[in-house]
């Protein structure tokens, strides 16, 4: 099986799973540096000569939009499988998107991204079966598009869990019990998530005095989120750290790590403290779902019922044994699950269990 694998964006994603089970494949790259034009046409000329260059069987990609259909005519032309790697709900983030469009009375905006979404319906119909990173990936999907459910496929994204273990503590905690969150507040659904576990959180930090809640991330939403915290009473303990590019530490230094969202298909950052041996309280949505074992290797809320973040918090804040033993049971459920070579395997077998199920219609 010789693999072409054309992506913009976290192609280690795939890359470095494939190579942990010694695949074989070839990464053609969307050059950002370019204009739109000139990099739609370079990655035309790269997919359509690496039939000379590399012959594959197979055509990957994580794009849908027009480089995804670009890639569908060049494998469509070439007469090779395409497969399509879905890393979220890109339909549904479109229909959102044009919403918001119409609401401002944005006409044109409103219209491409209408535009980008047929397309992007276009390519995951005529491909030949879908690889989401989550089975709430593959629920979504389904509502959306008119596509058979056996030719989904749902494999996880890895995480890298032997570079967390090499990290060492940014510094002791000296009696201080420190939260985390790390988030991408470019999303409006993760910052409304936030803001309301917010409502509940400071009310913990206001009653432990030795509490310090730590966000990390930037966004759009970012200095929203800073106006809602500067009004609270206890604003002094929430401490904003923007963009981090060396994130391993500030996980290793952390008691507790939150993750609240609304729209998730499968967070990194949730692997990541898993990795980092931390317990995790998220709220029952996306791809949390599947990430979380209840009460064994973290905690689920519902962030409409008063008190309950506040508890969870509370258990875990008296019981250190506690968040010791449910961060080592989510260190070894991510390191079972998530590592490289597992999820490349799973990778190879979807792209054969779908070539299998093609080939005997």
């Known amino acids: 099986m010789r693999i072409i694998l054309y992506s913009n964006t976290r192609v280690k994603k795939i890359s470095?799973?494939?190579?942990?089970v010694h695949a074989e494949f070839k990464i053609i790259t969307i050059d950002l540096t370019k204009s739109i034009l000139r990099r739609h046409i370079k990655s035309f000329f790269e997919l359509y000569n690496s039939n000379k260059s590399f012959n594959p069987s197979i055509f990957l990609t994580d794009n849908?939009?027009?480089?995804?259909?670009?890639?569908?005519?060049?494998?469509?032309?070439?007469?090779k499988p395409f497969i399509v790697r879905l890393r979220g709900d890109r339909i549904g983030e479109g229909y959102r998107k044009c919403k918001i469009y119409l609401s401002k009375r944005k006409f044109l905006a409103w219209l491409k991204e209408k535009i980008l979404i047929a397309i992007s319906k276009y390519v995951i119909k005529h491909s030949d079966g879908i690889i989401a990173n989550s089975y709430y990936v593959k629920d979504k999907l389904r509502k959306h598009v008119d596509f058979p459910p056996e030719l989904i496929k749902v494999v996880y994204i890895p995480c890298d869990i032997d570079k967390y273990k090499k990290i060492v503590l940014l510094?002791?905690?000296?009696?201080?019990?420190?939260?985390?969150?790390?988030?991408?507040?470019n999303f409006e659904g993760k910052y409304i998530a936030l803001k309301k576990a917010l409502s509940e959180i400071y009310n913990f930090l206001i009653e432990k005095d030795n509490t310090i809640f730590f966000i990390v991330g930037n966004g759009r939403f970012l200095s929203d989120l800073k106006e809602f915290v500067n009004k609270l009473p206890c604003r002094d303990k929430i401490k904003f750290l923007g963009f981090v590019k060396e994130i391993g530490p500030i996980y290793k230094s952390c008691d507790i790590f939150l993750y609240f969202s609304f729209q998730d298909a499968y967070p990194n950052t949730i692997l990541e403290a898993q990795a980092c041996k931390k317990p995790v309280i998220t709220n029952y949505?996306?791809?949390?779902?599947?990430?979380?074992?209840?009460?064994?290797?973290?905690?689920?809320?519902?962030?409409?019922?008063?008190?309950?973040?506040?508890?969870?918090?509370n258990i875990l804040y008296d019981d250190s044994k506690l968040r010791v033993s449910i961060g080592e049971k989510a260190y070894k459920h991510v390191r079972k699950n998530n590592n490289f070579r597992k999820i490349g395997k799973d990778f190879i077998n979807a792209i054969k269990e779908?070539?299998?199920i093609r080939n005997s219609v």
């Open 64 to 79: 849908l939009d027009i480089y995804g259909f670009i890639c569908l005519v060049i494998a469509k032309y070439k007469k």
């Open 285 to 313: 949505f996306g791809g949390m779902k599947e990430q979380v074992i209840e009460g064994k290797t973290g905690f689920f809320v519902d962030l409409e019922k008063k008190g309950e973040l506040f508890g969870k918090l």
């Open 171 to 185: 510094k002791e905690n000296n009696g201080i019990t420190r939260l985390l969150t790390v988030t991408n507040l």
């Open 354 to 356: 779908i070539n299998k």
């Open 16 to 20: 470095l799973p494939l190579e942990a």
